[in-house]
């Protein structure tokens, strides 16, 4: 066909992103925070059941956290948005040569020529005027409404999977190698989610690496230290 791109999908985009942003940040979340809490709590103590419960405890906390909150936030947004189309839909059946007009006005502050931007307003409201003046005045297109339940499960999945790098590492491997296990499998992991957000924002992939990295590096220091003031103040 010509003028499209096999690589430039156009429908359906934004709910894709909306899933893929929470599983990002979900992923990178649960490896992040679940580090922190078993590296502490290895610095308090070595007794593998007292480090596993705390993570596993923090697996479950976060994810279900982590979801509840994508899903309060999301609908929040739905709802505005679901909002601002009842306005729109109102409008366009009380005053539609008004609408209309609007809808000149931004393709022609857009570039166009005033003749040019009266008939693509003309047109497009022929063919679909919620759509047209949704996607042109509010940026929300009516039938690809962000997802709450997805960005929820997203994020619970996501989570999950993340927060299980650093919580089998540090069960898996010795005493003397623990805290080394579990900060490469974080390393391994904040690299990977680095890579996929750098991809989805087309941001620079080093520096979001280097950023990931040294957020989940800074962490397990604090709370490795944490544990360790923790556990000889308690011992």
């Keep these: 066909m010509i003028g499209t791109h096999p690589h430039e999908p156009h429908e359906g985009v934004g709910g894709k992103l909306n899933w893929l942003r929470a599983g990002v940040l979900g992923a990178n979340d649960g490896i992040v925070s679940v580090a922190g809490i078993v590296v502490g709590v290895a610095g308090a103590t070595t007794e593998r059941t007292t480090i596993l419960t705390a993570g596993i405890a923090g697996l479950v906390a976060g994810a279900f956290s982590m979801a509840g909150g994508e899903y309060v936030s999301v609908s929040t947004q739905r709802d505005t948005e679901q909002a601002l189309i009842r306005l729109e839909k109102q409008e366009l059946k009380t005053m539609p040569e008004a609408e209309e007009h609007e809808l000149a006005d931004i393709y022609r502050q857009k570039g166009l020529s005033p003749e040019l931007a009266r008939q693509v307003a003309r047109e497009l409201t022929e063919k679909d005027a919620l759509q047209a003046h949704a996607e042109a005045e509010l940026g929300i297109d009516p ?8 960005a929820a499960w997203a994020s619970l999945a996501a989570f999950s999977v993340g927060a299980l790098l650093p919580l089998l590492a540090i069960a898996w491997t010795g005493v003397s190698l623990r805290v080394w296990a579990c900060a490469a499998a974080v390393v391994v992991g904040l690299t990977l989610t680095g ?8 941001a620079n992939v080093g520096r979001a690496i280097l950023r990931n990295v040294g957020v989940g ?5 604090v709370t490795y230290f944490v544990g360790v003031l923790f556990g000889v103040t308690v011992g």
Aim: no cysteine; hydrophobic share 50%; aromatic share 4%.
């Design 195 to 202: 890579l996929v957000s750098a991809r989805l924002g087309d």
């Design 143 to 150: 039938g690809n409404l962000t997802s709450p339940w997805q």
């Design 217 to 221: 590096a800074l962490t397990m220091v």
